[in-house]
């Protein structure tokens, strides 16, 4: 297993065009998670899903977020009408939980800029 | 709403200097904590978990310590090389199920 995959690594987008990001997570992983990171910040929560269930979105998260995770495998991270502000790193983790929390691994991210 | 904090924001030691990151959480009420490496626009690596019912976890030169009744923990990194040069985060994983974390702390190892 390579661990976490993320893709692209980077994108750059115009104003209020659509944008999708995907990630893989270690295979035998049930939970997944989204955050978003910018410059001289910690990760913050966006969403996580527990097989394909999405189990919480942050409030912070606007309407132009959505996030799916079809039969519990890859996720995709979609943001509609971009703005400056969502210009940051998005990072994808995973996780397995069954009782108990494991070790969370992360992806290598998907910076954001829109221009 | 649980709160993590990491001071100071950055730390420049020389090569070779045993040192001691801290991280401090609000809400005690924990399953683990774990402390990341990210390295200037990559994403995070795993460094150490630690369970709530552990006091300490240790790999290679790196010890990590848990006082969940104080909220706190510290990440010891002996004998320090310029390869340790990084921002160190921790994360706290409580009841909300969501890792938690701090702002990180930038560490400068001068060869």
């Known amino acids: 297993d390579t661990g976490v995959s993320q893709n692209p690594r980077h994108k750059i987008t115009k104003r209020g065009q659509n944008v999708t990001f995907r990630c893989d997570p270690i295979s035998e992983h049930n939970r997944l998670y989204w955050y978003r990171q910018t410059l001289g910040q910690g990760p913050e929560f966006l969403t996580y899903?527990?097989?394909?269930?999405?189990?919480?979105k942050s409030r912070l998260l606007s309407d132009r977020f959505s996030a799916e995770r079809p039969k519990g495998s890859f996720s995709t991270l979609e943001i509609q009408r971009t703005e400056q502000g969502d210009s940051a790193m998005y990072l994808c983790?995973?996780?397995?939980?069954?009782?108990?929390?494991?070790?969370?691994?992360f992806g290598q991210g998907t910076r954001l800029t829109v221009v | 709403k649980q709160e993590v904090t990491q001071i100071p924001a950055a730390l420049s030691v020389p090569e070779g200097e045993n040192l001691v990151l801290n991280c401090s959480f609000t809400d005690s009420a924990i399953y683990n904590l774990q402390w990341f490496r990210q390295d200037p626009g990559k994403g995070l690596t795993s460094l150490l978990l630690i369970q709530s019912s552990q006091r300490e976890q240790t790999s290679g030169r790196l010890n990590a310590s848990l006082d969940k009744s104080s909220g706190r923990s510290t990440l010891y990194i002996a004998a320090s090389q310029p390869g340790d040069s990084a921002t160190y985060l921790c994360?706290?994983?409580?009841?909300?199920?969501?890792?938690?974390f701090g702002k990180g702390i930038t560490l400068s190892v001068r060869p």
């Open positions: 899903f527990q097989n394909e269930a999405q189990l919480e």
């Open positions: 983790a995973s996780s397995s939980y069954r009782g108990r929390h494991t070790e969370a691994f």
């Open positions: 994360a706290v994983i409580g009841a909300n199920s969501k890792l938690t």
